[in-house]
Nanobody, 123 residues
Framework: QLQASGGGSVQAGGSLRLSCAASGRILSRYAIGWFRQAPGVEREFVAAISRSGGSFQYANSVKGRFSISRDNAKNTVYLQMTSLKPEDTAVYYC??????????????????WGEGTQVTVSS
């Protein structure tokens, strides 16, 4: 019900846009968020957007560089990533849950997970 895409390899300072394709049922009922996991590191919250698109949460590490948006007509949520750093390298997952705040606070209690997409940033 959630499918992430758009990952790839870029140099530091570059940009990528990730897409999360969701079913209409999921998109109409849930907030959508992005998480990431690097090797040997716990999965961490990145960003989330509310069902209406009017509320957001961002991890401190990506504030000012990443932007989340949703296009309900296309059943898609986007994560625009700019000024990428090597430490942004990870598998990125999209997810669905009640609110952006709950995803940020309780990342392992998220209700729905999609498959990930790899992002690699080289220095």
């Amino acid at each position: 019900q959630l499918q992430a895409s758009g990952g790839g390899s870029v140099q530091a300072g570059g940009s990528l846009r990730l897409s999360c394709a969701a079913s209409g049922r999921i998109l109409s009922r849930y907030a959508i968020g992005w998480f990431r996991q690097a090797p040997g590191v716990e999965r961490e919250f990145v960003a989330a957007i509310s069902r209406s698109g009017g509320s957001f949460q961002y991890a401190n590490s990506v504030k000012g560089r990443f932007s989340i948006s949703r296009d309900n007509a296309k059943n898609t949520v986007y994560l625009q990533m700019t000024s990428l750093k090597p430490e942004d390298t990870a598998v990125y997952y999209c997810a669905a849950d009640q609110t952006p705040a709950t995803m940020a606070r309780y990342p392992y209690a998220v209700e729905y997970w999609g498959e990930g997409t790899q992002v690699t940033v080289s220095s």
